[in-house]
């Protein structure tokens, strides 16, 4: 074949997909969200003299059209193969896969996240608790790369020193030390959470820490529907999903629970089903990120109270502590203001 007829026809081939790829950009329908990646997606941003003028339409426009690209979750699949096992990098975009785990990497360690947090802690202390008599204590949850970076040879935080930072800035709080009783395998493959069926014995090892009575006889339930975690859509590789397990017990069974997230405290399950079949399964445990909530113990009559100031990892251990005590109150000081905790 003739060179310029070669020529001609690449010319032709590329500049039909080009245009092909613009007119499919303009005629699709904006998607608002991507179940994959569990986020909001671009939308195309206000165009104004000012937003022209001070560039900031151009920076929101090119993540609009980032996020908004034909058939995007295909080429995300399509460079993180190659990515992985074809240039054999370290990481796609600071997400790790390592003995079948699905990882994000969290590296350097960021004191201004600790120091913020302990902050909290100590207001909440100095204000609510310390002429109480309560007793405090404080547990940290490792996230899955302390047992997963360092062996697949990524950036680690220093785990001893972030704890070591923690419990230095919280005299007040008893140390409950819960990292022998996790390996990578109690988390999920292609999620950040721990799976409930497996921190039975850190539950048991907190509430014996705490005085508290603890049995680890509970029934395993089995949500049919695949769990595919935070990671697995951020991987965009084929792996295999989750399944995703809740236990309960005759407290579990029997105790009522209410959410004051709205005016008026409404009764929720334990166990969530409904959201175990929605976007995110993993907030089927007491309904997810909930701001306040208080779980009634209708079998105890011990008077025990537990007060627990948790985030996500929260969620899945409360309900294993329900038997242990007449009253649990649940707080997530990211959705309430510190200040009216009392």
């Not at 980032?66 to 997400?95: C, E, G, H, M, T």
């Not at 949850?141 to 785990?159: E, T």
């Not at 140390?175 to 850190?202: C, G, M, N």
């Not at 105790?255 to 005016?263: E, M, N, Q, R």
Request: proline share 4%; with cysteine; hydrophobic share 40%.
């Amino acid at each position: 074949m003739n060179k310029n007829i070669k020529n001609i026809l690449l010319t032709v081939l590329t500049a039909t997909l080009f245009i092909g790829f613009f007119i499919w950009n303009i005629a699709k329908e904006e998607t608002a969200f991507s179940d994959s990646e569990r986020r909001a997606l671009a939308s195309f941003p206000e165009l104004s003299i000012e937003s022209v003028v001070s560039g900031e339409f151009m920076k929101e426009f090119e993540d609009y059209t980032l996020d908004q690209f034909p058939a995007r979750d295909i080429f995300r699949s399509i460079k993180a193969f190659f990515s992985n096992y074809v240039f054999f990098n370290k990481d796609n975009n600071d997400v790790i896969l390592y003995d079948g785990h699905i990882s994000k990497l969290e590296y350097p360690l960021k004191g201004d996240m600790i120091d913020h947090a302990t902050e909290r802690f100590s207001f909440i202390y100095d204000s609510f608790i310390k002429d109480s008599g309560a007793k405090v204590y404080l547990s940290v949850v490792p996230d899955k790369n302390m047992f997963i970076a360092q062996k697949g040879g990524y950036l680690s935080l220093d785990y001893a020193s972030l704890i070591s930072s923690v419990r230095e800035k919280t005299p007040f709080a008893e140390y409950i030390d819960i990292t022998p009783f996790l390996s990578a395998d109690d988390y999920y493959f292609t999620d950040s959470h721990w799976r409930q069926e497996k921190i039975v014995d850190v539950a048991e090892h907190i509430a014996s820490e705490m005085g508290a009575v603890f049995s680890d006889e509970f029934t395993v339930n089995t949500v049919e529907k695949p769990f595919y975690g935070t990671y697995y859509g951020q991987a965009a590789l084929p792996v295999k999903p989750d399944g995703i397990s809740y236990l309960t017990n005759p407290a579990t069974d029997a105790c009522k629970v209410l959410s004051y997230g709205g005016k008026t405290p409404v009764e929720v399950p334990v166990y969530n089903l409904e959201n175990a079949n929605g976007k995110d399964p993993y907030e089927m445990f007491l309904s997810g990120n909930q701001a306040l909530l208080t779980i009634e113990n209708r079998l105890s009559s011990n008077g025990k109270e537990l007060v627990i100031f948790r985030d996500s990892f929260g969620s899945s251990l409360a309900p294993l502590l329900i038997q242990s005590y007449s009253k649990i109150t649940v707080v997530d000081i990211r959705y309430i203001n510190s200040a009216v905790i009392g």
